[in-house]
């Protein structure tokens, strides 16, 4: 079936760790993209990228950090430099600029 | 940066009453996407609007865009406990289509 994949579901962290957040999708779209969900609150977009070898920083890109190497795969790494990391994961695609995002079911991270 | 607000944050109904919600942004909006996060879920698509004054409809939901293309709503008919979730709209940014952006959200709640 096609879809996007995000691993791990759960992640638990020591705080100063990097970790790195799965998304791969065979939905074969051009556009991937990256956004937190604090609980109760909205997305807000952290990186994008609409090709390969080419991202963008979103609103609230300062800790995270992304590669696109390759179409299906659009992984994020959530560095030590993020302040408040715990959150709700959620990676997306779409076919096009104006097409429908696509969601993955969301990783959550929790830094102890 | 562009804003999408949505109103109300919560909303608490009996089953069988109305229920609607308003986004509003600060920019004109080339498309507008609404989307449905059921809780701890991920944001599913339920549909896009892109002509001025556009109204479309799925069974008990209706959606309108707005002449100046700035404001969009979702009215709910009749609610049922299966539409419990949080309702996002969402658009592109004017500068940058490849930016997405998700207004707040409006959480429903159906009482049985």
């Known amino acids: 079936d096609g879809g996007i994949t995000q691993s791990p579901k759960y992640l638990f962290r020591k705080e100063g760790q990097n970790v790195t957040l799965s998304c791969e999708q065979n939905?074969?779209?051009?556009?991937m993209y990256w956004y937190r969900q604090d609980p109760g609150q909205g997305l807000r977009l952290i990186y994008y990228?609409?090709?390969?070898?080419?991202?963008q920083k979103g609103d609230i890109a300062e800790g995270y950090s992304v590669s696109r190497e390759k179409k299906e795969s659009f992984p994020l790494t959530v560095t030590s430099a993020q302040k408040n990391p715990t959150a709700f994961y959620l990676c997306?695609?779409?076919?096009?600029?104006?097409?429908?995002?696509?969601f993955g079911e969301g990783s959550r991270l929790t830094v102890l | 940066g562009q804003q999408v607000m949505q109103i109300p944050q919560y909303q608490h109904v009996q089953e069988g009453e109305d229920f609607t919600t308003y986004c509003n942004s600060s920019t004109t909006l080339s498309n507008i996407q609404w989307y449905k996060q059921r809780p701890g879920g991920h944001p599913v698509f339920l549909i896009q609007l892109v002509k001025s004054g556009e109204v479309k409809k799925q069974k008990r939901l209706t959606f309108q865009f707005g002449e100046a293309k700035k404001n969009s709503s979702l009215h709910i008919t009749a609610t049922q406990t299966t539409d419990v979730g949080t309702y996002f709209c969402a658009g592109p940014e004017s500068q940058n289509f490849n930016k997405f952006y998700f207004g707040s959200g409006t959480k429903l709640n159906v009482k049985p």
């Open positions: 990228s609409q090709i390969v070898n080419d991202f």
């Open positions: 939905l074969n779209h051009d556009a």
């Open positions: 997306a695609s779409s076919a096009g600029s104006t097409g429908e995002l696509f």
